[in-house]
């Protein structure tokens, strides 16, 4: 399985990023596809995560209003939009994807997905 991730690159504060992930074969194989990040000297968080199975999502507080998961089947991607980008947004970003996964707002950990892209960095500096 592979998740190969597209987008990231430097911004100015207050920019936008949009962030995609491909997954070999479908993105339906998948019931939940999410985002999450890694600062230096931190430790990966989840940041949103969508459902094949009705399109629900779960996004973080700490992006919620700013940030916007989704998923276009069609072209087998699921997109991260992230706008009015903060210099504490600054991380590596992964994809993460499982097949019996049901993301839910009880939150979004690392141990329930299976399968992991590269990742793709994001910098938010002026």
């Known amino acids: 399985v592979q998740l190969v991730e597209s987008g990231g690159g430097l911004v100015q504060p207050g920019g936008s990023l949009k962030l995609s992930c491909a997954p070999s074969?479908?993105?339906?194989?998948?019931?939940?596809i999410g985002w999450f990040r890694q600062a230096p000297g931190k430790e990966r968080e989840g940041v949103s995560c969508i459902n094949s199975s009705d399109g629900s999502t779960y996004v973080a507080d700490s992006v919620k209003g700013r940030f916007t998961i989704s998923r276009d089947n069609a072209k087998n991607t699921v997109y991260l939009q992230m706008n009015s980008l903060k210099p504490e947004d600054t991380a590596v970003y992964y994809c993460?994807?499982?097949?019996?996964?049901?993301?839910?707002?009880?939150?979004?950990?690392?141990?329930?997905?299976?399968?992991w892209g590269q990742g793709t960095q994001v910098t938010v500096s002026s």
């Open positions: 993460a994807a499982d097949p019996d996964y049901y993301c839910s707002d009880f939150g979004l950990f690392v141990a329930d997905f299976g399968s």
């Open positions: 074969g479908s993105t339906l194989d998948y019931h939940a």
